[in-house]
C-alpha cells in the first residue's frame, strides 16, 4: 500500500487565513514556501511507493508548487475553520507528518498541538521542542547553561530602557519571531526608544562575523549533521535573508558543524528536520562563533541541500525519524540558492 505522508506548509497550505487582517498569500513570503514544499515533496515522491497529502489555499493556482503539482492529492483550503479540519483529519490518516509554519503567534506550536491531539505521527519537531525554540530568549539561556556559545541578552518590556548588563551595537528582535523579522541592529541606546514595540522583545549582545546554519537531522537514536552552508544577509541592520550558499571551506565546516552539534545535543531530544543559525567569528579556534538561533522545522536551506545532496535527503530525514540512519553524502560544487526564486545554481 506505499506510505502517506502528510506535507503542511504554512504559507500554500491555508495558513493565513487564520492570521488577523492577512491577505492572499503573495510576493517573497509564497515564493520561499513553494520552494521549501516544492523541494521537499519533489523528494518524497521519490521514494517508492509514497504518496503526499497537501493542503492548498484556495486562492492560490495548482500551478504554486510547480512540476510536483499534479503528482501529490491536493485539500483545498478557504478558511481557518477548513484549514484546522484537515489537519487534524490528514496527520490522523497519514503515516507522517511534516510542518513547516513560523513560531511567530504560536503558528507552529498549535499545529503541532493540533497533529499531537488527533494521535498523529510527526516526522518534524514536537511540541516541547517547538516551544522551547520558538522563545529566541529561552532558547540562549539554555544553550549559555549548558556552555555552549549563544549572545547574552535580555527581555525588554514596551517602553523599557537599555540594560546596564549590555552595551551598544546590540541587536533587537521579537521573542518569538521567525527569520529576520522585526529584527534590528541597535548602534546606540537612544535608538531603542525611537522603535515602537507593542511587546516584550529581546536585546541580545552583536556578534559580527560570517552568517551560517547548519541542518540536523534528529531522530531518538541520534542526530545526523548535514552541509553547513553560509547565508547572505542584508548589511543595512535589518539582516533580511537574501539566499544561501553551500559547501565552506574544510575549517570553517569544523566549526560550523561542531558548533551545531553542542547545540543539538544540549537542547531537548526531537525529532526531524532543525536548523542552527550561528555565526562564525574571526577566530580559526572557533572561541568567536555564536549560536543565534535555532529553527524547529524545514529551513530554505533544505532547498539548496536537496540539490546537493547525492541521495534522496528526505529519505534520509524518514530513516533518522524512525530510528534508523542513512547513507549521506554532498557534492563539491558551489551552490547558491536564494528564497525569492526558489532555484539553486551551480556556480
Known amino acids: 500500500m506505499g506510505m502517506r505522508v502528510f506535507l503542511y506548509e504554512f504559507i500554500t497550505g491555508g495558513g493565513m487565513w487564520a492570521v ?6 503573495a510576493g517573497g513570503l509564497l515564493a520561499e ?36 503539482a499534479g503528482r501529490v492529492n491536493w485539500r483545498r483550503v478557504s478558511n481557518a475553520d477548513e484549514e484546522r479540519r484537515w489537519i487534524q483529519r490528514l496527520a490522523g490518516d497519514c503515516d507522517a507528518t511534516i510542518l513547516i509554519a513560523p513560531e511567530f503567534d504560536r503558528l507552529l506550536l498549535d499545529r503541532c498541538e493540533q497533529v499531537e491531539a488527533c494521535g498523529g505521527r510527526l516526522a518534524s519537531p514536537d511540541s516541547r521542542f517547538v516551544a522551547l525554540a520558538s522563545d529566541k ?54 535608538e531603542l526608544h525611537a522603535i515602537e ?7 541580545e549582545a552583536f556578534h559580527p562575523g560570517r552568517a551560517a546554519s547548519v541542518a540536523v537531522l534528529c531522530g531518538p537514536h541520534g542526530f545526523r549533521l548535514l552541509e553547513p552552508c553560509y547565508q547572505r544577509l542584508s548589511d543595512d541592520g535589518r539582516f533580511r535573508y537574501l539566499g544561501g550558499a553551500a559547501p565552506l571551506d574544510m575549517m570553517p565546516r569544523h566549526r560550523a558543524q561542531a558548533l551545531a552539534a553542542r547545540a543539538i545535543a544540549a537542547l531537548p531530544t526531537t525529532i526531524g528536520y532543525v536548523g542552527v543559525d550561528m555565526v562564525l567569528g574571526s577566530r580559526g579556534d572557533g572561541s568567536e562563533d555564536y549560536v543565534i538561533e535555532v529553527n524547529p522545522r524545514l529551513t530554505t536551506s533544505y532547498v539548496g541541500l536537496s540539490r546537493l545532496c547525492r541521495a534522496n535527503l528526505a529519505a534520509a530525514m524518514l530513516a533518522i525519524v524512525g530510528g534508523g540512519d542513512a547513507e549521506l553524502s554532498f557534492g563539491s560544487d558551489a551552490i547558491e540558492f536564494g528564497p525569492f526564486d526558489g532555484e539553486a545554481t551551480a556556480s
Open 20 to 25: 488577523a487582517g492577512a491577505g492572499a498569500p
Open 33 to 68: 514556501g513553494s520552494a521549501m514544499a516544492g523541494s521537499l515533496a519533489a523528494d518524497l515522491l521519490r521514494i517508492d511507493g509514497c504518496h503526499v497529502e497537501m493542503l492548498l489555499d484556495s486562492r492560490l493556482p495548482e500551478s504554486v508548487l510547480g512540476p510536483i
Open 137 to 190: 530568549q529561552a532558547t540562549c539561556e539554555w544553550l549559555r547553561r549548558a556552555k555552549v556559545n549563544s549572545p547574552m541578552g535580555t527581555t525588554i518590556a514596551p517602553g523599557g530602557d537599555w540594560p546596564s548588563e549590555l552595551s551598544p551595537p546590540a541587536v533587537l528582535k521579537p521573542i518569538d519571531g521567525a527569520g529576520s523579522l522585526d529584527t534590528r541592529l541597535l548602534r546606540s541606546r537612544d
Open 197 to 203: 514595540r507593542t511587546g516584550p522583545m529581546r536585546l
